[in-house]
C-alpha cells in the first residue's frame, strides 16, 4: 500500500471519529490498568461487566490489595484466566504501592516489569492515559494491518514496528483506536464488511464481501 492511500485512510476515520477512545469503563488511570490487564482474552464488555461491580468497592491499589487473591477473584471469576489475573493484579498492586507511590508509572520499562503487563498492556496504557504515540497490536489490530495491506507482518511486533513507521505523527494518538474499532466492528475475522466499510476502496484485500 502506497502512503496516499493510508494517509486517505486515516483521514477518513478521522472525520467520521475525531476523538476514539478504549470501550473499556476506567475513571483514572490505575482502572484503566487493571481493565486492560483483566481484558487479555476477554471482551471489553465482560470486563466492564465486572468491573462495574469491583471499582465501587476497590479501585486503588491499596483497596485491591487488601481484598486479596480470594477477595478478588469473587468479582472477576466471570472474566476468563480470572485466577491468573487474580494473583498478577495483587502482585501489581503491591509493586505500585512499595514502587511507584501508588501511581501507575508513565514509562515502558517500569509498566512492562509489572505482572501481568506486556507489551501491548503497556502500549495501551501509555497511549490512552498518557497520549503516548503508541500502537498496541491486538488481533483485531493485526488483522486490518495484514488485510487491508497498511503494514503486513509475520508478527504482532513487525506489525507494530511497521505502523509506527508508516503512519503520520498527526494521526498516531488515535490511530491505535481507529485499528482496533474497525476490526471490531467492519473488518470482522469470518466475513469482513465490505459494503459497510468507509475505506474499501482503499482497501488491498481481494476477497472482498458484498
Known amino acids: 500500500m502506497n502512503k496516499n492511500k493510508r494517509h486517505e485512510i486515516l483521514t477518513r476515520w478521522q472525520a467520521d471519529n475525531p476523538e476514539p477512545t478504549t470501550e473499556l469503563n476506567f475513571t483514572s488511570t490505575f482502572e484503566l490498568l487493571i481493565a486492560v490487564i483483566l481484558s487479555a482474552q476477554a ?15 476497590a479501585n486503588t491499589p491499596e483497596a485491591i490489595f487488601a481484598l486479596g487473591e480470594e477477595g478478588l477473584k469473587t468479582y472477576i471469576k466471570s472474566i476468563g484466566l480470572y485466577n ?15 514502587l511507584h507511590d501508588s501511581t501507575v508509572p508513565n514509562n515502558r520499562p517500569d509498566l512492562e516489569a509489572l505482572h501481568g503487563v506486556g507489551r501491548k498492556t503497556a502500549n495501551v496504557v501509555l497511549n490512552t492515559a498518557f497520549g503516548q504515540l503508541t500502537m498496541a497490536v491486538d ?4 488483522r486490518v494491518a495484514n488485510r ?4 503486513k507482518g509475520k508478527n504482532v511486533v513487525e506489525v ?10 498527526a494521526f498516531m494518538l488515535h490511530a491505535h483506536h481507529w485499528f482496533i474499532l474497525h476490526g471490531r466492528y467492519i473488518c470482522v475475522a469470518r466475513k469482513p464488511k465490505c459494503m459497510a466499510c468507509l475505506i474499501s476502496d ?3 484485500f481481494k476477497e472482498k464481501t458484498e
Open 43 to 57: 471482551t471489553d464488555k465482560g470486563v466492564n461487566k465486572a468491573t462495574a461491580k469491583l471499582y465501587p468497592t
Open 84 to 98: 491468573s489475573k487474580a494473583k498478577n493484579i495483587i502482585k501489581t498492586c503491591q509493586m505500585l504501592i512499595e
Open 139 to 142: 488481533t483485531h489490530i493485526f
Open 148 to 151: 487491508t495491506g497498511f503494514a
Open 160 to 169: 507494530e514496528k511497521k505502523l509506527l513507521r508508516t503512519i503520520p505523527k
Open 202 to 204: 482503499c482497501c488491498d
